[in-house]
């Protein structure tokens, strides 16, 4: 069975900075697309970008101009850079493997990894 083990969360200020990991194992890394999901209590989880297999990101747009997603095939591993951090996105930070044209989620879940934005 893939799994996901996200790492990298934490408190940060208004306005900082965290680099979020997902080491996979379990499954051909390099053989789908990629994403990173969030979600607060009470709220329904939503993609913040999506990468391909190739390295091509796609961003939502809350994202774009302050996120970078990455990946790196050899160490079945991607990572979020998140800077200019807002309080709203506040959330537990989720990855995943999809299909690049349906969004079709093709692992289970992890245990996520919290990120609180908070003065």
């Known amino acids: 069975q893939v799994q996901f083990v996200e790492s990298g969360g934490g408190l940060v200020q208004p306005g900082g900075s965290l680099r979020l990991s997902c080491a996979v194992s379990?499954?051909?890394?390099?053989?789908?697309?990629m994403a990173w999901y969030r979600q607060s209590p009470g709220e329904q989880r939503t993609m913040v970008a999506r990468i391909t297999s190739g390295g091509t990101p796609d961003y939502t747009e809350p994202a774009k101009g302050r996120f970078v997603i990455s990946r790196d095939n050899a160490k079945n591993t991607m990572y979020l850079q998140m800077n200019s951090l807002k309080p709203e996105e506040t959330a537990t930070y989720y990855c995943?493997?999809?299909?690049?044209?349906?969004?079709?989620?093709?692992?289970?879940w992890g245990q996520g990894t919290q990120v609180t934005v908070s003065s």
């Open positions: 379990g499954s051909n890394f390099a053989r789908n697309g």
């Open positions: 995943n493997a999809l299909l690049w044209e349906t969004g079709t989620i093709l692992g289970s």
